[in-house]
């Protein structure tokens, strides 16, 4: 009899051996087992987005974000300090923080009132003398996340003391999020609190997708095109880069051959905002490929995925508008994820500006929005398929080759600007099958063991042409 325990196992073989072929086993997408075992050890020990500092400047900001299943609270504190803390009372685990986002001087525990400060250090409760009257407090604060970091704004935190520091693990994905979040001195602020919203369907669809799946724009989303939402025609904009930036960090640039060809540049921003754009904070190869993109989407393994591009809300009435999304997609069991949603722009974007980004980002990659609308139904069925007792019986394997040698019209790049494993054109696979090897290499390391962060030698030499 095949315990749980095999049958997890089996489908990480199949995983590791597929991923190099171009097949993935369709059951990844619901198992149960998996699915625990994920919790443990992909959220419990990557580094995981939480929150941008533009959503806590002032000390005493804090939002409550997740880690895997669990609360945490990400609090600026007296000093101005970022803390994430274990969203659990010291005394009998109950959550002290009830509230999505606020400013506050300390936590209560609504139990029996245990108290902590923003740096989650137990500073009082009821009755102390009679009740606890020779107890240390030392020791008995709010639980810490093991690491907190923060990279280009954005707040990541991990729960493995021994995972790397963060700039390690982006790799090179970090040189990548320069070149969208370091465009100016001004840098980039959250465009108000973030979406939230819950899919039938299982986290990685949103990885993968994000990762840099492309080819399902002109099937699933032909309808943006249809209603003017997006300027670029679908065959251009398939033209351009599918990057592995480290293992497990994949992105997708759409972008022009040459940055003086007509169509928009510097993903979709306003002119006048464009000329901010200058080399105070990145290098001039990243200002370059910058200005040359119509499109980045990326993701950072696991969860966290990031999108900008021209969008319009009306294409009859208003013109597109360059829009930068942010979000993680939430594990919540094998068949459900919640999607946190962040509209993102640059500081010194004028207000009219940043209504306009914010209008078009709801009218596409919102709850509401036709890109989002478009997405949900698909990676539902994604899901039920994986939670399947036929997938399981008939070891279903889903088709990842796109972009394999002798598949497509995909080439890797030998020349170009930036680190990563570089395909040209965008029809290609490899950055799904680059989650996918991470994935597995993860959910297989041991306790203190991490998996390779760097590509081997044969990274920065895998091409034939020169695209770039």
């Avoid at 991990?158 to 979040?181: C, I, Q, R």
């Avoid at 003017?228 to 480290?246: D, L, R």
């Avoid at 010194?348 to 980004?357: G, I, S, V």
Wanted: net charge negative; glycine share 10%; aromatic share 12%.
């Amino acid at each position: 009899m095949t315990s749980h325990t095999d049958s997890s196992a089996k489908l990480l073989n199949a995983v590791t051996e597929g991923a190099e072929k171009g097949v993935i086993p369709a059951s990844i997408f619901g198992d149960p087992d998996l699915y625990r075992q994920e919790l443990r050890n992909v959220f419990g020990r990557c580094w995981v987005f939480l929150a941008h500092e533009s959503e806590i400047p002032a000390k005493g900001d804090y939002v409550l974000r997740k880690i895997g299943e669990d609360h945490f609270i990400v609090v600026r504190d007296d000093e101005g300090e970022i803390n994430v803390l274990f969203d659990a009372c010291r005394h009998r685990g109950v959550q002290v923080c009830r509230s999505d986002s606020g400013n506050t001087s300390h936590f209560r525990c609504p139990y029996h009132g245990w108290t902590y400060n923003t740096k989650g250090n137990l500073v009082g409760a009821p009755l102390w003398r009679n009740a606890f009257g020779g107890m240390s407090k030392e020791g008995n604060g709010l639980a810490s996340a093991a690491k907190v970091a923060s990279y280009q704004g954005l707040v990541f935190g991990t729960l493995d003391e021994s995972a790397p520091p963060l700039k390690e693990y982006l790799g090179g994905m970090a040189w990548y999020l320069d070149l969208v979040f370091g465009l100016n001195e001004h840098g980039v602020e959250v465009l108000g609190p973030p979406q939230r919203f819950v899919i039938d369907a299982n986290w990685k669809s949103g990885a993968e997708n994000f990762s840099g799946d492309d080819y399902h724009l002109g099937t699933l989303h032909r309808s943006v095109w249809e209603i003017g939402a997006f300027p670029v025609p679908f065959h251009e904009n398939m033209m351009g880069y599918h990057i592995q930036a480290s293992p497990g960090h994949s992105l997708s640039f759409s972008m022009a051959q040459d940055a003086d060809e007509p169509g928009p540049n510097y993903f979709g921003f306003p002119d006048e905002l464009a000329q901010s754009f200058n080399t105070t904070n990145i290098s001039a190869d990243q200002l370059e490929v910058a200005r040359r993109s119509r499109v980045f989407v990326g993701n950072v393994f696991p969860n966290f995925s990031m999108l900008a591009l021209p969008m319009t809300e009306d294409g009859s009435h208003h013109p597109p508008v360059g829009i930068l999304t942010l979000r993680t997609w939430q594990p919540h069991g094998p068949g459900q994820v919640e999607v946190w949603n962040w509209f993102a722009g640059y500081k010194n974007l004028t207000p009219e500006q940043k209504d306009r980004a914010y209008r078009a980002g709801l009218g596409t990659f919102s709850m509401g929005g036709a890109f989002e609308v478009d997405d949900t139904e698909p990676w539902i069925t994604v899901s039920r398929t994986g939670s399947s007792t036929a997938a399981k019986l008939l070891d279903f394997q889903l088709n990842y080759e796109m972009g394999k040698p002798g598949v497509g019209i995909s080439k890797p790049v030998k020349e170009w600007p930036g680190p990563g494993r570089v395909q040209w054109t965008r029809y290609e696979e490899g950055v799904q099958r680059n989650l996918y090897t991470f994935y597995a290499e993860m959910m297989r390391s041991a306790p203190g063991e991490w998996p390779s962060l760097a590509f081997g030698e044969d990274a920065a030499d895998t091409g034939e042409e020169s695209q770039a």
